[in-house]
């Protein structure tokens, strides 16, 4: 795994062999936050990483600015390796929730600047993840919400919905907050 960009770019941790989840690419983590880029500024916001698996994402967030980012994950092995990660940065502003997306998203009474969820392909829920966060007013006024997802599903009918990114194998499809 390595951080594109920001005060720890290039910084790189080899991920154990035996992990379980699928890490989004260097190459669509690279070109999906140079358009985030191009919609907000990171400096100073809050964000949150549900299905953080590896914690790539959660990491480039606060590389890039963010000042607090709430990683989910439920797998125990996954939490050591980004607890270990967080510690090696020393990247203070990254909160770790060892729990379940849904039922922190039900529980949950923050709103972020930014989300991101990259739930499991295999997931059967997978189709309702973005309606599910929207509808829960987690996404502040001005706020983004992108979702990673395969290429099968198209979101672009949920309201909010404002563009859909493929490279390669990944999609992201990204929201807007809507009222």
């Not at 936050?33 to 809050?46: A, C, E, K, P, R």
């Not at 994950?73 to 729990?99: P, T």
């Not at 829920?125 to 099968?152: C, D, R, W, Y």
């Amino acid at each position: 795994m390595r951080i594109i960009s920001g005060i720890y770019k290039s910084r790189r941790f080899p991920i154990p062999a035996n992990f379980r989840a699928r890490p989004t690419t260097d190459f669509a983590r690279e070109n999906i936050f140079n358009v985030i880029h191009n919609l907000m500024d990171l400096q100073g916001t809050t964000a949150l990483d549900l299905f953080s698996g590896t914690g790539s994402i959660g990491f480039e967030l606060i590389s890039r600015g963010c000042n607090q980012v709430v990683c989910v994950e439920k797998d125990a092995y996954h939490i050591a390796f980004i607890r270990k990660v967080k510690d090696e940065l020393q990247a203070d502003g990254l909160v770790i929730i060892k729990g379940d997306a849904w039922g922190y998203i039900k529980t949950c009474n923050l709103t972020f600047d930014f989300i991101f969820a990259d739930p499991p392909y295999t997931m059967k829920e997978l189709g309702n993840v973005p309606q599910f966060i929207l509808s829960h007013n987690l996404l502040k006024p001005g706020g983004i919400f992108v979702m990673e997802h395969p290429t099968a599903y198209d979101f672009s009918a949920i309201k909010g919905f404002n563009q859909r990114r493929i490279y390669g194998a990944v999609n992201f499809s990204l929201f807007n907050h809507t009222l």
